[in-house]
Structure formats: C-alpha cells, structure tokens
C-alpha cells in the first residue's frame, strides 16, 4: 500500500510538472487518467468508496456487493475465461445457457440454511421467481426437462449467480459474481467421471497461474458414516455436516460450541467427531480409516471408503495425486451433495496470517454489518461434488434421475488472486486497434474516413481522430496511449499523387517526419504484411 | 411445418425398424434423440410446449419468457457474439460490464412509458433494485461515476436485459434476452461518430447474413420540429411522439385516435402531423424537407435538418446510403434520445403477409393473454440513436455530461431470423473432441486413461468412454454421433510392443481394423500432424 501511495505521490508531481511546462494536453489528460487509475486502486485496497461522495441528486452507485469491470479489468477476465473454456473443452465439453432466474418453487429446499440468501424478484403479476443461488440446481432442473435428450452429458456454464452473502469486495466475495461450472451427467462406472472431474479441476487451476494450490477432498459418506458411528441422531446429521464446513473459518472450540449449545449435540459425541474432523493426509490416511474396525463395519462410511481406493488409484494415473489432501473436516454446506466433495484452496484462501503465524480472526469493520477485508481470506477457488440424486428431486420417475458430478470454479475469487500477484492494471492494454489514421495538416476528415472504411472491409482494426481539423501532435498521443502499432500517415500533396505513408508507432523516430511511402493502391497488402509480423 | 412433419415420420419409422432389428444401443439412443429433436423444433414451431406436461412434483418449466439454450443453440450463438465482437474490435472498442441489477433510482424516470416493464428485486432488507431495463442506462450512469478517467470511451457490452413484456418466443421477443451494445462517448465534431455508428451497424447485419435490411434513420429534432409545426403542446411532445412510434405496428388510423381520444389532441394537429409521417425517402426527401419554409423557420427541425445533411455525406463515403430509409414515422419510444435515432429491419420483422399481400394484424390466442405467434413479426432487430443529456442526468455538474451515440443489436432476434432461413439444429456440431481412445479388447481402462491424459498434457481435445469394459461398438458410435474425426485404437498386444493404431473416422472404413499402427511415442507428433490439415 505504501508503495501505490508512492506511486501516487510521483504521479501527482509528474501532472503539476507537465501542467506547468503548458505540455499537449492530450498528454497531461493521459497522465491524470493514470494518476485517477492509481487513487482509485488505493481507494479499493483501503476500502474507501469514492463514488458515494459526488453530490449529484441520485445516489451514485451500484447495489452492494456488486461492482463494475472497467475495459482493463475486462481484459484480464476474458483471459481467465478462455483459459478456462479451453480446458473445458479439451475434455468434450459442450456449453448451454439457462434463465438468471428461475421459478422460486425450483430452488426451494436445495441449499440448507443458506436458503436465506437467495434473491427473489417482487410480486409484479404472474410467477414467483428468485435468482440462480447457483449454476447447479438450474442444471439439474435442465436435465430433468430434457431427460429425453440428454441421459448424459459433458456441460460447462460460466454465468453470474447471486447471493445475499456478507461481501468482501476486495477478496472477490460479492453478491453477484461468476462461476465457471463444469460438470459430467450420466450412469458410468464408478469413479471415472469424477476422477476426470479432480483432473479438470487441477489443469484449470495450473493454466490460470495463481500459485501453488492443494484440493481438500473427502467423500459425503464417510462423513455421514463418522456421524453415525459417533452417535449423532439421523435427524439432525445436516446440521451438524453444517457446523463442521465452518473448520475452515472457525476454531474447532467455536464449531463445537454450535453442535452443543445451537444443535442440542451431547458433548461427548460432539468430542468423538473432533477426534475424526481433525485427520488429514493421503493415501496413508485412508488405510488407517480401513483399520478403524467401527468405521468399517458402517455401511456407509465402507461405500466412501471402497470409492476413495478406486479414485487415489485413478488420479495416480492422472499425476494429480500430489495436489490432493484427504480431509475429514471438509463438509461442503449444500445439501445435494452424496459422494465425493472437493475444494481447491490456495495460500491466499485462509484469513490473513501475523509475522508469527497467528491466524488473523475475521472482524467486521467499526460501527458496520461489513467485513474489515484485511482480516478475511479469498476462500476456497473451487469446489464441487457428486450429487446422485438432485435430477430425481426434479424427475416425474425414478428413470428420470441423473447422476452427476461436477465442479465450479470461482472466477472473482481467481481475479483477486491474479490482481494481487501479477498484474499491473495500468499496463493491461485492452483496445486491440492495429492502425490509426492520421493526417499532417488540412485536416482531411473525408479521406482519413474513406481509408478508414478500407482498411475497415480489408478487416483491419483502424480509428481516426473524429475532428475535422486535428493537430498532428493530438494524433501520435492517440497512438502512444493505446499502443497502436502503426500509423497511416495523409497529406494532400501526397494523396494527389496516389501516395500515404505507413509509420512504425513502437519504433522510437518520433515527430511528423519518418515512416515509408506506399502506393494507395498497396496501403493495405503492406500493412497486412506488417501485422503479422507482430 | 409440413416437411417437418414428413421428417418425424420418417425418423419414427427409423427408430421402429432399428429397434425390431435390435441394432445397438447407442445407435438406437442415438436415433431417439434427433428425433425428439425434431418434435421439439415443431412444437416450437406450433407454439406448443411440451415441458409442462411431465407429471412431477414441481411445475417444470422456465419462468415465462425466458428459455433454456440447448449446445447447439448455443455453438449458433457464439458464432453470433464472435462476428459482432469482431466488428466492434476492428472499429476500436473495448468492453466494460456492469451488475445486472442496479439501484432502482438508477432506472427511475428513463424509459417513458415503458417504465411499466422493469422488474424489481423483493424488498429483503437494504438497498432497492431493479433488473437492468438495457444496456444504456447502466452505461451512462459508469459513465457518471468514472467521468474523471472516461471523458470519452467506445465501448461494447452483450449481456442480457429485462422486460416484462408480453413474449413472442419464436420470434425472439422475450422478457430474458441479449443486447449487443456498442456506444461512442466523447464531445467531438458532428455526425462524425454517429456515421461510424451506422456504418458498424452496416457491418454486423451484413456479416451476420441475415439476408437483406434497411436501417430506418430519422432525428429526435426533426420529429419534435414537426410537432412544434404542427402546434402540439410542448407537454404533450413526448407522448405524442411515443403515439407515432407504434406506427410500426399499428395502422395510422389507430395511432390517431390513440392521438386524438387517449392524449387529448385536436385532431386538425393530428391530421398535420398525419401528413408529415407519412413521408419517407433518402436525400431527395431532405430536399424537400429544406423547401418547406414553415419546417426550416423552427430551430429544432432546422438543426436536426443541419445534421442529416453532412450524415448523409459521411455515409456516402463509407458507402452505407444505399442501406438507409430516412423515415418520419419512426420516433423509437425511449426518452433519452436527442438527436438522430434509427431501427434496422428485414423482411422478417414485420408482420406475416398474406398472398395478396395484406399484413396480418397481430392477434392474442384465444382466451389468453399472449400473442398467436404467427400473427407477431420478429421486430427490428438493431437500434439506436444519439442520447447527449443522459449520462448528464446523472452527473453532479453540467461538466459531468457526456454526450454520446450508440447501437443495440437484438441478438435473440439475429438468432429466430438464422434458425428459420439457415440451419437446421440437428446438423450442427456443438462438440469439438477430435480424438477419441477406445480399446478393442479388455477394457483396459486405465491404458486409455493415461493416453487420455498425455493427449490433454499435449493440449488435444480428447475422450474415453468412462466404462470399464466397453464393447468396440458403442466406441465407434460416440464417434460417430460427435463427428469425432480421429481415434487411438488400443489392444494389450499392441501396447506391448509399444504401438497403438491411430484410425480416421470420417474415412468410409469401418469396424475393427483399419487405421494404421505408430510407435507410443510418436502419438502425438502423428496426432498433432494430421489434426492440423482438417
């Protein structure tokens, strides 16, 4: 932070510099637009919104939790996105596209207690509608329409999905936000699809370049089978899978507290899962799971276990296993989940830590319902499961159920990450224009828009100044701020003589002079020539 | 409808004969579904929906108006977004995106009449909401926000806007649907971006081969010069243009008396106003707009008459005006607009005609509230105009204002024109694997795992089928059924020796053999080499 007040600080001199020396003033705009940029990055790192204070007569600003993208933020998303498309569709997956909201009966009774952060839309006439919570439930409920159609299927969608959710904008925790959902539909043999799944998950997370990264993976069986073995009532085994998906936040005191005093759990079964919750490991995990005699003689603990020896085996085959931690304590909030569960954290997931290794706790910010975001993590960046049965919740018949397994992949959470680690937002270049048309004096609005519309239908990405009459200096400004690799140049003497000249903009020779003659009739063959140079 | 009909018939009797032979599985599966396919685009075609009939506990369906997009609906959208993505890029845009819902203030006051269409988010507690009613509001309010970085931005933004209106669903009218946005911000000489604006729009109709259109142009000061001459009180010139603006779709006669009876005109200024819409023409009907002495003694009709003559010019020289109906009768019936506004529309926009040429009048199916779809036309399906006082609306200084031009593609619109003249769903290619692993014998699984991987590792779009022991059959199919142009052949022998069989499969010989033998090794480099020339 210190250094952006630096960074501030020099701008602010360099633009009081320019301002004085009286420089071109399309230079001195590019400057403060740098400087604005800067302030404004602060401003988010400090978690001061300068947007509230203008005093127009509407408040201007969007809804909480939500944010704009401007061009360079948009630049650095689609990368991510087809980044991620691309994996997806190296392993056959095809794409659909559902609602952004949905019949509210749909998304009743899929999320738990989390249901209270679904959106609904107002009683205007006609249907009760809320917004997709997530890009799961819409899917499933695809699938049970189309069962005809689709007994399986390899599907991604990236969409944005809402949530009533406490925000921490600068950790990519919002109440609008995408996810990238990739997930595989249909009846196979057990532990392939989901095997395929985990080895997605882990090429994503490598091509994406947010550092090293492990998958916490456990399997709802084994969990409901430690639950039962520890003597938690049928009834209320949901709720108590709720509280122990809170370890990643919460101390174990904290967790058990909750099973005690909120969900009536006798403290010594309570005591008896914190024994099983606190294990982690690999493959040595799991064979010390197989000696547990009481676990094993659970039947459903013995499922989840015969399941993880067939996927260890598969994502050895894969090369993934190293990014794998088997971990008893994660429990996953949904619901529909029945099978495997996984979660990708990374170093920056957790909440901050003190130079001596103190976990900082989660606070909220003073006199506020808000999170202070120095004191909260990103959270996991990818998570995911087998849910068997969410289809058959939507079916008309038991053939109507659709087995799936399946990942989402918090972009935002990946954008935080990515824009805390590599990238200069400043530097993003978000305009792909190849070639700008100029002339040296006279103006000649009339030809500077006919080679336009040349190089236009030769495909060509070409702008020119809109002013009848533009200084030349105005136009190189154009090109350096946007690094537009070349210049068609115009003269009228030149043009009588059926000539323009073509400017190398990234080569240093500066000024009106520089630059080859072509013929008009060549201008667009030599600059097709020249771009694909580049 | 009927050549569909023939189709399903003939499927039917297909899938029978297939059947009674006992042919494979997934060949019969396989057959199943193009068939439903088929039933499905008829029902569509005959307005009737199928998905409603499942008997399940839930009512499964999409809210009203709003619909799924299957994989190949989807691989005809991309291509959609992609051609106009690629106009907008080549003229120098960027992209922003903006929160789907904002600040119901934000919305207040924009829309005129149609204000009735927005959907607002329930009350739970904090800020009220409203889904985006377009992509132009939002953009001018980010324009308000961030007007110290963007004195000027061409910016492109597809995403999907609400309206609660009544839907035509074949015919793209729906309350979810896309918008492709592409506006100029910035103060700059005049008409110079508003050409580029028309000339982009030129550029994406034609690129996306919706066969022939015209773009109907007109100025907001021309219209309201008209009223002004005419003596339409200056209170009553927005709904009176909004009254016109239906002239589209309704027959003059029900426009006046909506003038007359419903906004309270005296209907000798209706008649006047009657005479002036009626108009339409290009350069010439400019002409003799600057004759009429009455017209041009009006500053308004002056100026807006000032503007057309130099756009006129500008798109001669980007080579447009053979495109463009100048038109009186069209208003557009948003409030923001202020200066030159236009609609682009095809054939299919109006609605059906009979043989002898009478226009069918839009009719509601019998005893419901919604259109008989074969009665509703598809629309225009791109607009726009110049809105220099909107971003203004929102600014705290009359410097914060930034005039600005712009266009809106309706998407959905580009999409029922390119279902009904071009493609045929069930031939299009929505997967994009190009190399399939199979095993002849044994199952051998986890061999075509880890080819699988190595060809993922190499960046080859690859699949197995996720059974343990597959039958050969089935494997041939899925290449079948996806096109899937090449496939690794392994057997225990083979692999023994360290080779696996690399077949083509849109070559004509089938079954087992065929197909030629590499070294494990060189897979990829072979795979990589042929893959290339497809």
């Not at 999170?371 to 038991?398: C, H, P, Q, W």
Request: aromatic share 8%; proline share 3%.
């Amino acid at each position: 932070m210190d250094s952006l007040k630096q960074k501030i600080k020099e701008k602010g001199e360099q633009v009081r510099a320019l301002k004085a020396q009286k420089a071109d003033q399309n230079l001195v705009d590019s400057e403060i637009a740098a400087l604005q940029e800067l302030k404004k990055q602060l401003a988010s790192v400090t978690g001061e919104d300068n947007s509230n204070k203008s005093k127009s007569k509407f408040t201007l600003k969007v809804p909480k939790g939500t944010r704009d993208y401007n061009e360079k933020e948009m630049a650095i998303r689609e990368k991510v996105f087809s980044t991620i498309i691309s994996v997806f569709k190296r392993h056959g997956a095809v794409t659909i596209d559902t609602p952004v909201f949905e019949l509210k009966e749909i998304l009743a009774g899929k999320y738990g207690e989390d249901s209270k952060l679904i959106y609904d839309l107002e009683d205007q006439g006609g249907e009760k509608c809320s917004l997709r919570y997530d890009l799961t439930v819409p899917f499933a409920r695809f699938l049970a329409m189309n069962a005809s159609q689709y007994q399986n299927i390899k599907r991604y969608q990236i969409a944005k999905v809402y949530r009533r959710d406490q925000p921490a904008m600068t950790k990519g925790r919002m109440r609008e936000f995408y996810q990238c959902d990739f997930d595989i539909a249909g009846s196979y043999d057990p532990m392939v699809p989901d095997s395929e799944v985990i080895k997605i998950m882990c090429e994503c997370l490598t091509e994406l370049d947010i550092g090293n990264f492990t998958i916490k993976l456990n399997h709802r069986k084994i969990l409901d089978g430690i639950f039962e073995v520890c003597g938690v009532p049928e009834a209320n085994i949901r709720p108590i899978s709720s509280a122990v998906d809170k370890l990643d936040k919460s101390p174990w005191e904290d967790v058990r507290n909750e099973m005690i005093n909120d969900k009536g759990l006798d403290p010594i079964i309570a005591d008896r899962i914190g024994e099983y919750v606190k294990l982690k490991g690999s493959k040595e995990l799991l064979e010390r799971l197989f000696q547990d005699q009481e676990l094993c003689a659970n039947a459903n603990a013995k499922a989840g276990l015969n399941d993880m020896v067939l996927l260890f085996k598969y994502l050895e085959i894969f090369e993934v296993m190293d990014k794998i931690s088997f971990d008893l304590s994660l429990a996953r909030g949904l619901d529909y989940y029945t099978g495997i569960i996984y979660e990708a954290i990374t170093e920056l997931s957790g909440p901050p830590t003190l130079e001596d290794g103190t976990k900082i706790v989660r606070k909220f910010k003073k006199d506020t319902d808000e999170f202070d975001e120095t004191t909260v993590g990103v959270g996991s960046i990818a998570a995911g499961g087998r849910y068997d049965n969410l289809v058959g919740m939507f079916a008309s018949s038991k053939k109507g159920n659709i087995p799936c397994v399946g990942i989402s992949i918090g972009v935002e959470r990946v954008f935080s990450i990515l824009l805390q680690k590599y990238y200069k937002l400043e530097q993003v270049k978000a305009n792909e224009v190849e070639v700008y048309v100029m002339a040296v004096a006279d103006g000649l609005l009339e030809d500077r828009m006919k080679i336009c519309a040349e190089l236009w239908n030769a495909g060509i990405k070409a702008e020119f100044m809109y002013k009848a009459k533009p200084k030349l200096q105005p136009q190189f400004s154009v090109c350096d701020r946007y690094q537009i690799p070349f210049a068609v140049i115009i003269g009228k003497d030149e043009l009588n003589i059926g000539q323009v000249r073509i400017k190398d903009m990234r080569s240093k020779e500066q000024g009106e002079g520089g630059g080859s003659s072509v013929k008009r009739s060549d201008m667009i063959t030599e600059l097709k020539r020249r771009l694909e140079k580049i």
